[in-house]
């Protein structure tokens, strides 16, 4: 939620924040704003994508060597010009921007405003900026120190970077609870919010922690914690190439992460699976087995589609491993003052790392006693971090806002720890586990194979689909979190109204919905809910609904009776969701293109929520 870029260095600083915004454009893109620090302090900012901002500055002058720029996801003010970032000070010799929320902005803006302060904008952003102002101004102190004692009174979440035009080599940046990365080259220093706009440049970086503050200049690095203490940087080398952030010849972002399953699944097999000789590596696992096997109940926490791989998750613990599961929505988990007993184990999914209400409900957890396990993308992100153990998915970097890979990567994980749990717990005998190992290490060719032969086939439904008005996603078992996953995708990439139900709850309610308008999209592969399905599917025709169908190839029942058909290959039904999602995904994306719509940046979402 909103993307933050800074630089101080030789290179001239617009064109490397530019440039950085547009890569952290995917956290919010409903204003952006650069601040360049040379003899003076200059601010330019426009409502709208980072290349609306590039338009307005054409021919103003933006030579610096130290800026910071800002891509907004707006909370507290409407998305505009004045709000946009960076913000400057009342006296104007500051300027900041911020990722995050300050919530007791309301009671420092009215300190502020019996000072006399005015306000350009309705952020509390602002408020926080003039805040530091006045301290420094009152306190006779330092900007460094100004900020430091500001620190102390806010509530909330933060990355800040903040700029002085009397130390114009200087960014001072701060973070808590949302992220920040720090470049390092020679001479030269980049801040953002992900390592994607630093990755050009360097592969030095440092991640910086809650509760400190850095002071960047050109030659130095200062990471000190919020009581001024010193504190080394651990700096770590980046495993990210730039051609992973890039389109490289597609489209669209979400485009390329859908065609990159076959390899990003097979980048997080490699080296784990070991079909052959029967062996699952993950350390994660290795190393906690006791804890795993012997776990109560485990709590799958995240948001989202994240939230969608708990409800499979579920499904597999309890299929095979015989363990009880909650999937919890990390911002209903958070507040609920949740039980949490010896023996429980959180296991928390996430994309980015760093989405907030997930993020939160895991400290909660983790104060109680709970052991809690990372299923995480973003290496070294907050979650990962905060992990006791955990497994990456290897998906690499995720740009379009929709999940796409990231979702298949956290079903491989997630499956890869059932079957070596379950396996080890003894709740699956030898000739099971073998050949779920079997048909998991098929996996990559078979996602291949749908987006070779069924692309077209899924492209036509979408421009025959495109102007419905709603649609309902039914599946029953592993396939019914597959139709709520379908039905999330096509809300945010089409705008359309979409349903997931479980396929026999239908008749309870949803079914009134029915009639010769509705498109009905059925997850109905071959597993043992199959007749079950084609009854639900009977039920949707005889009321006129048009029923477009996932079925397994081979298939001739649902496919006499749906109105459209697409196929997957045959999978063990607990491994299903991982090729009966890609056509869902193609759905939605061809039904955005269809609708010209601009799908990797849908309006008001950003990819990573670090807002609750
Ligand atoms: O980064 P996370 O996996 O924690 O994000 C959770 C959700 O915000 C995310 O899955 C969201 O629902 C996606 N836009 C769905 O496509």
């Not at 990559?444 to 194979?449: E, G, Y």
């Not at 759905?587 to 719509?597: E, F, N, Q, R, V």
């Amino acid at each position: 939620m909103c993307g933050i870029v800074g630089y101080t260095g030789k290179r001239e600083a617009y064109p490397v924040v530019l440039k950085g915004l547009k890569r952290l454009e995917y956290r919010g893109y409903d204003s952006s704003g650069i601040a360049l620090v040379n003899a003076s302090l200059k601010v330019y900012k426009k409502k709208g994508k980072v290349s609306e901002l590039e338009e307005s500055v054409i021919g103003k002058d933006t030579h610096a060597h130290t800026a910071i720029g800002h891509t907004r996801w707006a909370t507290h003010g409407e998305p505009s010009d004045r709000n946009a970032h960076p913000h400057r000070s009342s006296g104007g010799k500051l300027a900041m921007i911020h990722n995050g929320i300050i919530e007791n902005y309301a009671s420092i803006k009215q300190e502020l405003l019996k000072k006399d302060y005015e306000f350009k904008s309705d952020t509390d952003t602002e408020v926080l900026l003039n805040f530091i102002e006045d301290i420094k101004l009152h306190d006779h102190c330092s900007t460094e120190q100004a900020l430091r004692i500001a620190l102390k009174r806010v509530v909330g979440a933060y990355c800040i970077l903040l700029v002085d035009e009397d130390d114009p080599e200087t960014i001072i940046a701060a973070r808590k609870g949302s992220p920040l990365v720090i470049g390092i080259g020679k001479g030269e220093h980049f801040l953002a919010s992900d390592a994607s706009p630093i990755i050009e440049y360097t592969k030095e970086v440092v991640y910086v922690n809650d509760y400190e503050i850095a002071i960047v200049k050109p030659d130095e690095l200062v990471l000190k914690n919020l009581g001024n203490e010193k504190q080394t940087p651990f700096i770590q080398k980046l495993d990210m190439e730039l051609a992973a952030i890039e389109k490289g010849g597609y489209e669209h972002f979400m485009l390329k992460e859908i065609y990159d399953q076959p390899d990003s699944i097979f980048d997080c097999l490699r080296g784990r699976l070991h079909a052959n000789a029967g062996t699952i590596t993950m350390s994660g696992v290795e190393n906690h087995l006791p804890a795993l096997i012997n776990a109560h109940r485990m709590v799958m926490v995240a948001c989202g589609t994240s939230w969608h791989a708990g409800l499979i998750a579920e499904y597999l613990f309890e299929d095979l491993c015989r363990i009880p599961v909650e999937v919890e929505y990390a911002s209903e988990f958070r507040y609920r003052n949740p039980v949490i007993n010896k023996g429980d184990v959180i296991i928390a999914i996430s994309q980015s790392g760093e989405t907030a209400d997930t993020l939160v409900a895991l400290e909660n957890a983790k104060e109680k006693g709970a052991f809690i396990f990372g299923v995480v993308n973003a290496v070294g992100s907050s979650i990962a971090r905060l992990s006791d153990a955990g497994a990456y998915t290897h998906s690499g970097p995720e740009i379009g806002v929709a999940s796409t890979k990231a979702f298949t990567g956290q079903l491989v994980v997630l499956a890869m720890m059932a079957f070596k749990i379950g396996y080890a717990k003894g709740s699956i005998d030898n000739k099971r586990y073998m050949h779920l190992l079997t048909e998991l290490n098929s996996i990559p060719d078979k996602v291949a194979q749908i987006l070779k032969e069924s692309a077209a086939a899924v492209q036509s439904v979408a421009n025959k689909y495109k102007d419905a008005r709603d649609f309902l996603y039914l599946g029953r078992g592993y396939n019914f979190p597959v139709a709520l996953e379908g039905a999330l995708k096509l809300k945010e990439i089409s705008y359309i109204h979409a349903e997931g139900y479980p396929a026999a709850e239908m008749k309870h309610g949803p079914i009134a919905l029915v009639d010769e308008n509705l498109p009905v999209v059925f997850v109905a592969t071959k597993d043992k809910y199959y007749e079950k399905i084609v009854s639900n599917i009977q039920e949707i025709k005889a009321r006129k609904g048009k029923v477009i169908a996932v079925v397994t190839e081979g298939d001739t029942i649902i496919s006499e009776m749906a109105d459209d058909v697409i196929y997957v290959p045959d999978a063990d039904e607990a491994l299903a969701p991982l090729l009966s999602v890609i056509p869902l995904q193609l759905l939605s994306y061809y039904i955005g293109i269809a609708k010209d719509l601009d799908v990797d940046k849908p309006r008001n979402l950003a990819k990573s929520v670090t807002v609750e």
